[in-house]
């Protein structure tokens, strides 16, 4: 598999790498897309163990951990925290047909995650 694989790679005119790097680079971005689905990750690229993936690709799960904190201190320390509800009127102001309700969600992706969730079971904190 690896001589086809370099010819493909040479007739393409893309730079060496060996094929268990693309296995490498599938396994982080799905763990990246996923937002650290392990048992997903574990499932589409074959691994046996679901050690291997936290062994090898913890540092993935990491960065992603930092950003979410320090998104999360923005936002805990800014002086107009975000609000997804600031902006959508009352039932009473926009009345209760399916059409406003369909306009407020287009206007707030936040709110969308909100209710998404909330149809998933978890709790919501405000």
Do not use: W
Not at 69 to 83: D, G, L, S
Request: proline share 5%.
């Amino acid at each position: 598999m690896e001589k086809e694989f370099s010819k493909l790679r040479e007739k393409a005119g893309l730079p060496y790498v060996v094929f268990h790097s693309l296995r490498h680079s599938s396994t982080t971005y799905k763990l990246k897309l996923n937002h650290g689905d392990l048992k997903a990750t574990q499932g589409d690229t074959g691994h046996a163990q679901i050690d291997m993936i936290t062994d090898v690709y913890a540092h993935i799960l990491d960065e992603d951990r930092k950003v979410n904190a320090q998104k999360f201190e923005a936002t805990f320390y800014a002086k107009n925290p975000v609000n997804p509800l600031r902006d959508v009127k009352p039932p009473e102001e926009t009345g209760t047909d399916l059409t406003n309700l369909i306009a407020a969600l287009e206007q707030s992706p936040e709110l969308v995650a909100m209710l998404t969730q909330a149809l998933k079971g978890k709790a919501i904190s405000s």
